[in-house]
């Protein structure tokens, strides 16, 4: 009896602790414009808080900040015709008005670098406007699906990722079910400005981070489930190792503290359900959010650190999500 009376208070002061830590995650949404649907990617300005994104129907937007909300900034497209364009959704993405997908800003310069799933590689300089094509193709060969980029910050360089050979972001499925290996990592040297292919036969090459010192990339390979590391110095540059094995991995974004994390999913009852999952750079999970309460089984594909929050993109929804983290 002693032991009830004893256990009791402990108990309850678990469970009051386990309540209050699940009532305390706090979740807001950024609200798009109206008809403008699927961030795919973000890219923060550092000190303002501000931020780039990429929508469905080909329009690179700039949030403001809640008094102005998102701003056009920008497109890919360079005969987009906003009559046509504007409104249209991820069910049929349009040639014509472009889709940007991955997106990073190189804080010295503040140029937004952006992969166009459609137009290849560019860049956008800070006022904004059409982006310029830096290239469609390497060694000869052209992007199909031009998916994600990081810049390394100290040196400028960029590192993109081209998704597939073979198919294009409206053959997402066939890739799929063909388990296409055909994408690569590129990348862009800011000094010669040429564009140099690192690594071949990747398995749906999506989300790309390099590290602080420049010494390797991780990148995701969504048909394979599985992320890659891929040295890039030492003895054996570009040799590569798998590193996890998460379930349809997205976007990669580095933190502060040199960790990553990664948009995924995993599985319960046959069900994929969204999370984010922290890893360090030997791809060992730190942590893991899960996603499923505000997103459904839809999958997310990106999830962002910045200024002790968590900004969720989702090419499936009409908002960004934000939790503090």
């Known amino acids: 009896m002693k032991m009830h009376i004893i256990m009791a208070p402990i108990f309850l002061t678990f469970i009051f602790h386990f309540c209050f830590l699940v009532s305390a995650i706090s979740f807001e949404k950024i609200q798009l414009p109206k008809n403008a649907t699927g961030p795919e990617a973000l890219a923060f300005q550092l000190v303002t808080s501000q931020f780039f994104t990429g929508v469905a129907d080909g329009?690179?937007?700039?949030?403001?900040?809640?008094?102005?909300?998102?701003?056009?900034?920008?497109?890919?497209?360079?005969?987009?015709?906003?009559?046509?364009?504007d409104g249209t959704n991820n069910s049929n993405p349009n040639p014509v008005c472009g889709r940007p997908l991955g997106m990073a800003l190189h804080h010295r310069t503040q140029r937004l670098y952006?992969?166009?799933?459609?137009?290849?590689?560019?860049?956008?300089?800070p006022e904004g406007g059409l982006v310029t094509q830096l290239s469609t193709s390497a060694e000869g060969e052209p992007y199909r699906f031009c998916n994600a980029v990081d810049v390394h910050q100290p040196t400028g360089n960029v590192y993109f990722t081209d998704a597939s050979a073979v198919y294009d972001i409206r053959e997402q499925e066939a890739a799929?079910?063909?388990q296409d290996s055909t994408g690569r990592l590129l990348k862009y040297g800011v000094k010669n400005k040429q564009v140099t292919v690192l690594f071949r036969n990747l398995s749906g090459a999506g989300g790309v981070a390099v590290d602080e010192q420049e010494k390797f990339a991780l990148v995701s390979e969504f048909i394979a489930n599985r992320t890659r590391k891929i040295w890039l110095q030492g003895q054996r540059p570009y040799r590569s190792e798998i590193v996890n094995s998460l379930v349809m991995p997205d976007n990669i974004k580095r933190t502060r503290l040199d960790n990553f994390w990664i948009a995924a999913a995993r599985v319960m009852q046959s069900?994929?359900?969204?999370?984010?999952?922290?890893?360090?750079?030997?791809?060992?999970?730190?942590?893991?959010?899960?996603?499923?309460?505000?997103?459904?089984?839809?999958?997310?594909?990106?999830?962002?650190?910045?200024?002790?929050?968590?900004?969720?993109?989702?090419?499936?929804?009409?908002?960004?999500?934000?939790?503090?983290?």
């Open 271 to 325: 069900n994929l359900l969204p999370v984010g999952v922290r890893i360090n750079g030997n791809g060992n999970v730190l942590e893991t959010v899960n996603l499923e309460r505000w997103y459904g089984n839809k999958p997310v594909s990106e999830v962002q650190e910045y200024g002790f929050k968590l900004y969720i993109g989702s090419r499936s929804e009409d908002f960004i999500g934000v939790i503090k983290h």
């Open 176 to 178: 799929v079910s063909a």
């Open 59 to 85: 329009r690179i937007l700039k949030y403001r900040g809640p008094s102005i909300g998102f701003l056009d900034f920008g497109f890919a497209a360079p005969n987009r015709s906003k009559s046509i364009c």
């Open 114 to 125: 952006v992969c166009d799933a459609f137009f290849g590689f560019g860049v956008l300089d």
